[in-house]
C-alpha cells in the first residue's frame, strides 16, 4: 500500500519563528489534505490541496503532485499552534484517506 | 450545532463489556467513516460507509460491528472488549467524489479506556 512520511517528527520553535513541515508519499494520489491535532485531540481541517498553493492567513500549503510531495508552511508561530500536524492522502480508486506518520510541534513562548 | 457529534467522549470500562459509540453528522454528507488513533497517534481507517451501505472494511476485528441506519448517522459496536482497544475513536463525514466538496471533517473523538 501507499507510504506517506512527514518530516520532520518532532519540531520545538520559539514564538515568532517560521517552519516547513513536509509529507512525501509514495504513489500517486486523488487527495491530500492536512489537518491540526491540537492539544486536546481534536482534528482541524487546514487545507484540502492535492496540487498547487494556498494560503489560509499565517499557513499556506503546496503540493508538487508529480514529485509526490506536499509542504506546510507555517509563518510567525503561535503557542496556539501547538499540537500534531497530520497530512492525508487519498489513493486513486480507493475512497479512503490514509494519514502519514505526523509532525509534533511545540511552540514556546 | 456541531458537524460531526459523537457520544460518550469518554468511557472507561472492563475487559469482556460490550459498548457503543454513537456518530451523528449534519453536514448533509453522503459518507462517514470510524477511525481509530492507538497511543502512538497513529490514525488507521476502520469502517466507511456511503449511503448506509458498507464500502471499506479494514482488517479489523469482527468484534467491532458499525451500524448505519440512515446516511447522517453511524455507530459503532464493540463486543468482548480487550485491553488493545483502548485508543482513541473518531468519527468523520465527506462527501465521495473528488473535489474541496471531498474534504472531510472529524467528530471530536471518544476516548476508549479497557480495563
Known amino acids: 500500500g501507499i507510504q506517506v512520511e512527514q518530516s520532520p517528527p518532532d519540531l520545538i520553535l520559539q514564538e515568532g519563528a517560521n517552519s516547513t513541515l513536509r509529507c512525501n508519499f509514495s504513489?500517486?494520489?486523488?487527495?491530500l489534505q492536512w489537518f491540526h491535532q491540537n492539544p486536546w485531540g481534536q482534528l482541524i481541517n487546514l487545507f484540502y490541496i492535492p496540487s498547487g498553493t494556498k494560503q489560509n492567513g499565517r499557513l499556506s500549503a503546496t503540493t508538487v503532485a508529480t514529485e509526490r510531495y506536499s509542504l506546510l508552511y507555517i509563518s510567525s508561530s503561535q503557542t496556539t499552534d501547538s499540537g500534531v500536524y497530520f497530512c492525508?492522502?487519498?489513493?486513486?480508486?480507493?475512497?479512503?484517506?490514509?494519514f502519514g506518520t505526523g509532525t509534533r510541534l511545540q511552540v514556546f513562548p | 450545532d456541531t458537524a460531526v457529534s459523537q457520544t460518550p467522549k469518554y468511557l472507561v470500562t472492563q475487559m469482556g463489556n460490550d459498548k457503543s459509540i454513537k456518530c451523528e453528522q449534519n453536514?448533509?454528507?453522503?459518507?462517514m467513516y470510524w477511525y481509530k488513533q492507538d497511543s502512538k497517534k497513529f490514525l488507521k481507517i476502520m469502517f466507511s460507509y456511503n449511503n448506509k451501505e458498507l464500502i471499506i472494511n479494514e482488517t479489523v476485528p469482527n468484534r467491532f460491528s458499525p451500524k448505519s441506519p440512515d446516511k447522517a448517522h453511524l455507530n459503532l459496536h464493540i463486543n468482548s472488549l480487550e485491553l488493545g482497544d483502548s485508543a482513541v475513536y473518531f468519527c468523520a463525514s465527506s462527501h465521495l467524489g473528488t473535489g474541496v466538496s471531498n474534504t472531510i471533517y472529524f467528530g471530536e473523538g471518544s476516548w476508549l479506556t479497557v480495563v
Open positions: 504513489d500517486s494520489v486523488n487527495n
Open positions: 492525508a492522502v487519498e489513493p486513486f480508486n480507493t475512497d479512503k484517506l490514509i
Open positions: 453536514l448533509g454528507h453522503d459518507t
